[in-house]
């Protein structure tokens, strides 16, 4: 009955969306009517998406995809979320979020009428093609043929909290940019608008690239303590996917800074949301088609993906078809000069653009080999990490002083200030990578890194009054998005760099010495739990017979889907990160490997002020 | 005079960086196979998996170190048994040439078209 209710609501709300891409000459609608349709439309694809919640929290298996991905002894919390950790359901949210998106801009939109619903029409028409999918290949309302009593069970490993959010973090990052895609789009069929539509542009991106970091942070902190690898970021393809819309985000947010120094550049901005949305639906097909292999490739179906390649192209095509056509004629004149704020902003977007092509290709070069000469490569961390640090090096340097740079000219107040900063920082980086263990790699990022927090600090002391008011937060804005990048790569090097392993056989009872701390494995907990049983070894970690902390280190073992997760016990602290990973037991004996993760919780601490410093920006006049 | 000596300094370190390289067979294991991929994991490098494969090839590795083989003999000793797939880093040769080149043609060509522009004005 729910899941009626869901599809029927799904369907009128299609249909609504097909009256609103009716042309005006032919459908004579009064904006407010037009409006109110498209209102509707959102409100009933929300209906068809809480049905299929519900649907799931009542475990009602008569719905064919609730029985392929639920279980009635879950959680609620993982009943809800598993309405979105299948393929079926996660498009539905997909397509809900396209609609929402417009809806809110539908109410927030101070653009004139004209423009408004050249928008909300394009916004439509994403709408539809996504719905199309989902009623003929991807269907979450299906009728079960078989009459049964309980569900197969949801994938375990999504069975976490952080793995509950990580997807709708990530779809209202990558769907906003379908709203950036539209509002690009309108802005080069309706010319003369008003430039409103650029400020709009601004604040729609922002709000995107600030959840779509939010979802990648999310997943890269999933992976860190779920897969038990010692690392969070692997360069696995799907993890490239999500890196180039959201580095190509970044692009466009730095590009619409130029706004403010009057040198918009309307071709490069429009190419770049085009370009977003692009690479978004490149992400969705090359996970769902199942071409690669990955936690998130589902049950993959050729159609499908021929379906999303369709999408790809025809989006893709249309988005620049119309680029090309209509592309805005007016003459830039960049005012460029070695080296001013629009050369480095230029330069900043150049790398960027460079990074994620590079990523690109890497990403996409197996499949091309494979298809060409049948033989299969790997292109992984190794070529990632040699060509794209060193591309965007430059640009991290750049970047500690863009900021303070001035657009007319090329000059730098108190010059030799920050010459002096930078050498006395270069020479202590120096002297400490020299008494530890030097490291070309490490001694590079100590040096970006400090030096992006140094000078973006220098910066703000040098140019602004201090106060406490809302205000100063909004003038220094980009440098604290700035400090909480050079804190994220002080992380990323140190802990990359300095990780220390050590390996044990170990058991009950014994300690082991780990630098200056010891590590007592206390005892072997097995607990059932609801829909699982956790095994869990626990270890005391002591530094001079004071506990710091237990640390539960082990496995779950799901019934249900018959399939073991690690779950490693990780002792946080501002400075290291103690790691533990259960391995096999053999005669009570016990392997664990223990990482100890320098600095890993800056990385964390440089994502929040990023995320902070954009929301910070969307608020911003 | 000062600078000249941090210079110096600099040069000094970097170039002796090599030197410090450890000759420590360890250290060369986990190097190479930090870029060999796991066969039988999704993604994994093979120093990182517990797999049985993942065993053997340390095993493997460590003993042709032991023998005295170079890391570039031991990687093609490896692609020729398992295919180029177990390489995270694909070789540099004529058939790769587009993927490492690539990014390093698109930066020095928009170097020049940017060069270009900025000396215009």
């Known amino acids: ?621 | 005079m000062k600078f000249q000596n941090s210079f110096k300094f600099l040069f000094f370190l970097f170039f002796s960086c090599n030197a410090f390289a450890s000759d420590n067979i360890g250290e060369q294991v986990k190097k190479l196979t930090l870029e060999l991929r796991c066969m039988t994991c999704q993604n994994q490098s093979v120093y990182d998996s517990d797999s049985d494969y993942a065993k053997d090839i340390k095993k493997l590795v460590e003993e042709k170190f032991n023998e005295g083989l170079e890391e570039k003999e031991i990687k093609d000793f490896l692609t020729e048994r398992y295919g180029e797939y177990i390489l995270f880093r694909p070789y540099f040769s004529s058939k790769n040439l587009l993927l490492w080149l690539f990014p390093f043609i698109l930066i020095i060509a928009s170097m020049l078209i940017f060069i270009k522009n900025v000396k215009k004005k």
Request: glycine residues 6%.
């Open chain 1, 1 to 621: 009955m729910i899941s009626l209710i869901g599809f029927f609501s799904l369907c009128l709300s299609t249909i609504f969306c097909i009256i609103v891409l009716i042309p005006y000459s032919i459908l004579k609608i009064n904006i407010k009517y037009l409006l109110f349709i498209f209102r509707s439309s959102t409100f009933l694809v929300c209906i068809s998406f809480v049905s299929l919640i519900f649907a799931y929290v009542t475990s009602d298996f008569s719905n064919f995809n609730v029985f392929q991905n639920s279980h009635s002894d879950k959680p609620l919390i993982y009943k809800i979320t598993g309405s979105w950790g299948n393929h079926e359901g996660s498009i539905l949210l997909w397509v809900c979020m396209i609609s929402i998106y417009g809806f809110l801009y539908s109410i927030f939109s101070k653009s004139l009428n004209n423009f408004k619903i050249t928008v909300l029409k394009i916004q439509s028409a994403l709408f539809l093609i996504f719905a199309f999918f989902i009623i003929f290949t991807s269907n979450p309302f299906l009728v079960n043929s078989v009459l049964v009593e309980e569900g197969l069970g949801l994938n375990p490993i999504l069975q976490d909290p952080a793995l509950a959010i990580h997807p709708p973090m990530l779809y209202l990052g990558y769907v906003g940019f379908s709203l950036v895609f539209s509002l690009a789009i309108a802005s080069l069929l309706k010319k003369n608008s008003h430039q409103i539509w650029i400020i709009e542009i601004r604040k729609w991106s922002m709000i995107s690239w600030g959840f779509l970091t939010a979802g990648i942070a999310l997943g890269s902190y999933w992976a860190y303590y779920e897969l038990g690898w010692g690392g969070w970021w692997f360069w696995d393809p799907v993890e490239n996917i999500s890196l180039m819309p959201w580095i190509a985000g970044l692009a466009l947010v730095h590009s619409l800074l130029m706004i403010r120094g009057e040198q918009a550049i309307e071709k490069w901005i429009v190419f770049l949301a085009i370009l977003c949305f692009s690479l978004c639906i490149l992400g969705t097909f090359l996970v769902r088609s199942g071409i690669l292999t990955s936690v998130h490739s589902f049950a993959s179906d050729a159609s499908r993906g021929l379906f999303i390649l369709l999408i790809f192209f025809v989006t893709t095509g249309f988005g620049f078809l119309v680029f090309l056509i209509k592309s805005p004629s007016k003459k830039n004149d960049l005012h460029l000069l070695l080296i001013n704020k629009t050369s480095a902003l230029i330069i900043n977007n150049i790398l960027m653009i460079i990074a994620v092509l590079t990523i690109l290709l890497g990403t996409i070069y197996p499949i091309i080999v494979e298809v060409l000469t049948n033989t299969r490569v790997s292109v992984g961390g190794p070529y990632f990490n040699s060509t794209v640090l060193p591309i965007l090096l430059p640009g991290f340097l750049l970047m500690s002083i863009a900021p303070a740079l001035s657009w007319q000219t090329n000059k730098i107040k108190k010059f030799k200030l920050y010459v002096m900063c930078f050498l006395i920082l270069s020479a202590v980086v120096l002297l400490q990578s020299y008494l530890t263990d030097f490291n070309p790699w490490g001694f590079i990022g100590l040096i970006l890194g400090l030096w992006i927090i140094f000078a973006s600090i220098l910066s703000i002391v040098l140019r602004y009054k201090f106060s406490i008011t809302i205000k100063y937060i909004k003038t220094i804005n980009s440098f604290i998005a700035h400090i909480g990048v050079g804190v994220m790569i002080i992380g990323i090097t140190v802990s990359s760099i300095y990780q220390k392993e050590f390996n044990f056989n170990i058991t009950v009872g014994e300690e082991v010495i780990i630098d200056n701390e010891i590590l007592k494995f206390k005892e072997i907990k097995l607990i059932d739990e609801k829909n699982y049983q956790s095994l869990r070894a626990v270890f005391s970690l002591e530094k001079k017979d004071t506990i710091l902390s237990y640390i539960e280190a082990g496995k779950n073992y799901y019934p249900v889907s018959k399939t073991i997760t690690t779950e490693a016990g990780i002792y946080h602290d501002w400075f290291k990160d103690v790691y533990i990973t259960l391995g096999s037991e053999n005669n009570n004996v016990w392997f664990i490997r223990v990482y100890l993760n320098p600095l890993v919780s800056f990385i964390w601490i440089g994502v929040i002020i990023m995320l902070f410093s954009s929301i910070i920006a969307v608020i911003k006049k």
